[in-house]
């Protein structure tokens, strides 16, 4: 849709105001003339900081009850507190205030008893939907912001940088290729299984490389004082676990079965305050060059940057006892098949 006529059916709505964070950013929830609800969301450094007042605007309930959820989210360790808030002094408050990251504001649009609590799951279900199953094109609002991924994720693969139309077509999801419908039909009845041979590793991650790539990272695209900031262990654990034997066997055989694993952990574990999910397709693509596994023979990708972009959602909205179905299922996108099939 252009611009301008959707910042026209956007003031047309009065309950449409911008919910604009802390940090840049901001949240749109409005009505679309076919009766519709559609969210804009608009990005500072992946994310964007809400405060409680704030939440309670874009949902339309108090915030004695989007408190309780709130609590109800960390007390079960369904985000990390720690990680997902920070404190800050704004203009016009005398202590500093809580600001809560996208990540607390989807879980808190999931339980929500409201109108637009209910508009928000409807929009967000329909997204996941087109994003994963259809494979529809993110919209003209998003283009930019995910052509800096794209460029990211080619800069440290050492690759040119995208033009314009090959952004454009990267944001087509693994839904138009045959052969990852299959693989999705497998993942609702949960009968992934795991390919039965791998590349062998010739290079392993150490934990000084994979600083050195975050600093790389940080300093082309660490807008953020958290960029790159390691909140614990957890990247070192990755690292580690990639590599374990039992008994003089290796754990995760192969490179592609390491691979999905690292950018799994990196990506759901959330090993850094910010940047985690380009930081952990970052690590996935070196680790995949490294060792000889990126390319296949006729010198095409085999994990494409649509299949990235999916594979990273899928991870992040998954559930922690999903993680061997998607593991199998990057593993399975990673491993050489048939000629005429595609990733």
Do not use: C
């Amino acid at each position: 849709m252009p611009t301008k006529r959707r910042q026209d059916l956007i003031e047309q709505d009065k309950g449409s105001s911008p919910i604009v964070g802390a940090r840049g950013g901001k949240i749109i929830l409005y009505n679309a003339p076919d009766g519709t609800a559609k969210l804009d969301v608009q990005l500072e450094h992946d994310t964007v900081w809400l405060s409680q007042q704030q939440m309670a605007l874009l949902f339309d309930t108090e915030r004695s009850v989007l408190s309780k959820h709130l609590t109800n989210i960390f007390h079960s360790g369904e985000l990390d507190r720690t990680s997902n808030v920070q404190k800050m002094h704004i203009a016009g408050a005398d202590r500093p205030v809580a600001l809560y990251n996208l990540d607390v504001v989807i879980s808190v649009g999931y339980r929500v008893n409201s109108k637009r609590g209910t508009q928000f799951r409807i929009w967000a279900t329909n997204v996941l939907r087109e994003h994963l199953l259809k494979g529809y094109t993110v919209n003209e609002r998003r283009l930019q912001e995910l052509n800096q991924a794209v460029r990211l994720v080619a800069d440290v693969a050492n690759r040119r940088e995208l033009t314009g139309d090959e952004a454009t077509a990267l944001l087509h999801v693994v839904g138009e290729y045959s052969f990852a419908l299959d693989l999705l039909d497998d993942y609702d009845y949960q009968r992934v299984v795991a390919p039965a041979t791998g590349t062998t590793v010739i290079h392993a991650l150490t934990y000084n490389e994979a600083v050195r790539i975050v600093q790389h990272l940080r300093g082309r695209f660490g807008g953020s004082e958290l960029f790159g900031r390691e909140k614990d262990n957890s990247l070192q654990s990755a690292l580690g676990a990639v590599i374990q034997t039992w008994d003089g066997t290796d754990l995760y055989p192969g490179v592609e079965a390491k691979a999905a694993n690292l950018l799994y952990l990196v990506v759901k574990n959330h090993a850094f305050f910010d940047g985690n999910k380009r930081i952990g397709a970052a690590l996935f693509l070196w680790f995949l060059d490294k060792n000889n596994a990126l390319y296949d023979a006729s010198g095409e990708r085999r994990f494409s940057d649509a299949a990235l972009v999916a594979t990273t959602l899928l991870i992040a909205e998954s559930k922690p006892d999903e993680k061997d179905v998607i593991v199998h299922i990057v593993t399975n996108l990673l491993t050489e098949r048939p000629k005429g099939t595609v990733s």
